[in-house]
């Protein structure tokens, strides 16, 4: 059970970092909006700017995109530590702070790429 719980644990933290990346990027700088009626403002607004300036709004809005994860886990976070709030996968409760870290912490790690803090391995000198 408590390795089915890591595994949960990691699924779920992992599975945020896979789904970070946002369409709405690549739309800045590439092809813009879907060419729709209501879409017409944002692709106006995006032909008027130079490629710096399409890189600079791609990182706004990925930041945004970012940011939402972020306070989504820090709320969880809150609800699972003071009001008793529980997930659950396969039956199997998520234990909070699993590495004595909050949900969005080893989510901010593991989308900066670390390892999860029991894959490191300890060399002794």
Known sequence: MEKEN?????????????????VLS?????????KTEENQKFNRFINT????????????VQQSRDSGIHDVLVYFSEEMNMNGMKIIKNDVEITKEL????????WVCRRKGDPWPDSKKLSFV
């Open 6 to 22: 890591l595994q949960n644990y990691k699924d779920l933290v992992d599975g945020l970092v896979e789904i970070r990346p946002t």
């Open 26 to 34: 690549d739309w800045v700088l590439a092809s813009g909006w879907p």
């Open 49 to 60: 700017l130079t490629l710096d300036q399409k890189h600079i709004l791609a990182e706004i």
């Open 99 to 106: 590495f004595d870290t909050e949900m969005y912490f080893d």
